[in-house]
T-cell receptor
Framework: KQEVTQIPAALSVPEGENLVLNCSFTDSAIYNLQWFRQDPGKGLTSLLLIQSSQREQTSGRLNASLDKSSGRSTLYIAASQPGDSATYLCAVYGNKLVFGAGTILRVKS | DAGVIQSPRHEVTEMGQEVTLRCKPISGHNSLFWYRQTMMRGLELLIYFNNNVPIDDSGMPEDRFSAKMPNASFSTLKIQPSEPRDSAVYFC?????????????FGSGTRLTVV
């Protein structure tokens, strides 16, 4: 059974810091990995999708990497801003989409 | 594109009542997923459909839960009878096939409170 773990569970940083969110998964037989953002009381917004044949994806200040063999992914956020405050969820697709519990990020101005 | 549309946004109902949640996937998407999110258990996949056919309903918690997809543009998740422990946010998501190379788009969710 696929299990997805996200570390840390919560993170509070001052504005401008670069930060890394971690995601690990137990079954490396995945087709893709997707990072989502969820604002309080809202739905999920897709940030980045990495297919299993890819190593990383970039969008603006966000960069996500994937090491399928070790079962790890990282989401790098450069020059963090208060508007980045949200919960970040990692999800892996093997035979179904399985989510981690998320990292709650707070960026202080 | 209007995205995945869910209704209602909020639902408050009394224990024992029937609840029906609705979802309209993105036009052209042929896979649809129902998720439940709670503080205790996070996001759980309840059921998913491909080409309107239920593929995996192993996440449906009990027989009180049922889901249908009568056509490509509409799905319902029904709880009958509802119980307080069903209180959660229910999300619908759609994607273009189970091709794995394509991401998932989520609706804004339905916040269900059973009192």
């Amino acid at each position: 059974k696929q299990e997805v773990t996200q570390i840390p569970a919560a993170l509070s940083v001052p504005e401008g810091e670069n930060l890394v969110l971690n995601c690990s998964f137990t079954d490396s037989a995945i087709y893709n990995l997707q990072w989502f953002r969820q604002d309080p009381g809202k739905g999920l917004t897709s940030l980045l999708l990495i297919q299993s044949s890819q190593r990383e994806q970039t969008s603006g200040r966000l960069n996500a990497s994937l090491d399928k063999s070790s079962g790890r992914s990282t989401l790098y956020i450069a020059a963090s801003q208060p508007g980045d405050s949200a919960t970040y969820l990692c999800a892996v697709y093997g035979n179904k989409l399985v989510f981690g519990a998320g990292t709650i990020l707070r960026v202080k101005s | 594109d209007a995205g995945v549309i869910q209704s209602p946004r909020h639902e408050v109902t009394e224990m024992g009542q029937e609840v029906t949640l609705r979802c309209k996937p993105i036009s052209g998407h042929n896979s649809l997923f129902w998720y439940r999110q709670t503080m205790m258990r996070g996001l759980e996949l309840l059921i998913y459909f491909n080409n309107n056919v239920p593929i995996d309903d192993s996440g449906m918690p009990e027989d009180r839960f049922s889901a249908k997809m009568p056509n490509a543009s509409f799905s319902t998740l029904k709880i009958q009878p509802s119980e307080p422990r069903d209180s959660a946010v229910y999300f619908c998501a759609s994607s273009l096939g189970l091709s794995h190379g394509v991401g998932y788009t989520f609706g804004s969710g339905t916040r269900l409170t059973v009192v």
